[in-house]
């Protein structure tokens, strides 16, 4: 089971101090468990892993097998932000990472992404790959409206009702959306897609264990249910009111060293599947504390490859950073170092040694550096890379968060910030109704 390490943080901490924090990760634990805090009404996420029923998974792998048996081997699912970033995260933590080079992936269902951007070169080279599948897709999004999916959504319908007919397509097209209102739901109703519900009471940057994730993972072809297990138990794990509650001490000790001045927490693996943890876990924080003038500001690399470009920074920039560090205790693979007569390199002392040794040791060595450096180091830790320890990640993420934006003073469940591009990018493309702001931007940008 997930594991936290704060011992990383001790030559930067007092005890009494954390043990202060910890009271104040308490109390705020207390009005996330007694649902009396701000944002109270999106809270639907923190009992999903045991409320999920069992008729969800198997609508989804219904959808599964008969796009499987229509010879479906592109599924694209639209979303962007928290409707896409977890299925993402899992995704690419699960697959093979060569898995579209290997001969024997050719007849399996891929799961790509669209509408997480606005790019007309991401966007047409997308629609060169349809054209060489057979396709499908999923279109995640409450209202409908939100205009990067919206817009990819648009090309995406059109072209398979071109290539298949209304009918056909119809079939093929997959709504994950609210269950009353929107223009999603009035789009599905009137054109017969099958249908799954974002609940009102789940926010999309919490929704990886709703439809939003379970029916990308499921089409990808990896186990749900264990990853629910993973999640159940992380949730009954975080539910005890205890200084020992990994997710209050997580929140604690992130919250005094933002007090210390650690304005910037780094989220690191040294795996490179664990590349989009860091994405989604970068907005699930970003977006619940980065408020009210408030926030730790989240960023993510991948060791060691980003030791090679952001290293001289993290060891001796600013000293404003604290670390994450993501650690996975074993290899889903084994492969040793082998042996070359010449030694040009002066590598033969590592001959024999497991890759993930070296790994291993580069982890350790690069988190006692940092610590020498003046970084804190916070560690998470997980037996190995699959569904049941993602799973534990996803929920455990999620409930030290609800702590710690309580413990901040913010209300973890909104974002009034992001609507203020979206009326400015509205207003520069001539939506109506946003005239008088156009004629303002366009003065500024003169």
């Known amino acids: 089971m997930l594991k936290v390490n704060l011992g990383g943080c001790s030559p930067f901490v007092k005890d009494a101090d954390y043990k202060k ?24 996420w923190k009992h999903l892993p045991t409320n999920t029923p069992e008729s969800l998974i198997t609508d989804c792998e219904a959808i599964r097998d008969a796009w499987k048996a229509k010879g479906v081997n592109l599924v694209i699912v639209i979303g962007i932000g928290g409707s896409y970033l977890g299925a993402k995260c899992a995704v690419e933590a699960l697959s093979h990472s ?7 992936a050719k007849d399996s269902m891929e799961v790509v992404f669209a509408g997480q951007n606005l790019s007309e070169e991401y966007i047409s080279e997308l629609m060169d790959l349809a054209k060489e599948r057979n396709i499908a897709a999923v279109v995640i999004s409450k209202s409908g409206t939100t205009t990067e999916p919206a817009v990819a959504f648009r ?36 054109e017969g897609y ?54 209050v001490q997580y929140a604690a000790m992130r919250n005094l060293l933002y007090d210390q ?43 060691t490859t980003d030791l090679h470009s952001m290293g001289q920074y993290i060891q001796d920039g600013e000293r404003i950073l604290m670390e994450t560090v993501v650690s996975v205790e074993s290899s889903n693979r084994s492969m040793t170092i082998v042996n070359d007569p010449q ?14 040794h070296c790994n291993a040791m580069a982890e350790l060595g690069t988190r006692l550096a940092h610590m020498d450096g003046g970084v804190p180091q916070l560690q998470v830790s997980v037996e190995r890379i699959n569904e049941y320890n993602l799973g534990a990640l996803f929920y455990f993420f999620e409930k030290a968060c609800g702590i710690s934006a ?26 109506p109704g946003y005239e008088a702001q156009a004629e303002e931007l366009k003065k500024r940008l003169k």
Do not use: C
Not at 22 to 38: C, M, P
Not at 98 to 104: D, G, I, M
Not at 407 to 413: E, R, Y
Not at 414 to 426: C, D, H, I, S
């Open 406 to 431: 309580y413990i901040l003073g913010v209300n973890p469940f909104n974002q009034p910030g992001v609507e203020a591009y979206k009326k400015n990018m509205f207003a520069l493309l001539g939506k």
């Open 155 to 190: 090309q995406i319908k059109n072209y398979m009702e071109e290539k298949y007919g209304k009918a056909e397509a119809a079939e093929r097209i997959v709504a994950v959306t609210d269950a009353r209102k929107g223009a999603l739901k009035s789009l599905s109703t009137q």
């Open 261 to 303: 001045g650690k304005k910037i927490e780094i989220l690191v693996s040294y795996n490179p599947k664990l590349q989009y943890l860091g994405e989604w876990w970068k907005q699930l924080y970003g977006e619940s504390e980065g408020k009210d003038g408030k926030g730790i500001f989240p960023a993510s690399v991948n060791f």
């Open 343 to 356: 030694n040009l390199d002066g590598l033969n002392f590592l001959s024999g040694k497991q890759f993930e």
């Open 98 to 104: 060569f898995a579209r080079q290997l001969a024997s």
């Open 21 to 44: 924090y910890v009271e104040k990760a308490l109390a705020a634990f207390d009005v996330l468990e007694s649902e009396t805090g701000a944002g109270n009404d999106f809270l639907g």
């Open 194 to 247: 099958k249908t799954f519900v974002i609940e009102d009471n789940v926010g999309g940057r919490f929704s990886v264990l709703t439809p939003v994730g379970i029916l990308p993972i499921v089409l990808a072809g990896f186990d749900i249910r264990m990853m629910l297990k993973g999640a159940a138990e992380m949730e009954e794990t975080s539910a005890r009111r205890s200084a020992d509650n990994p997710a």
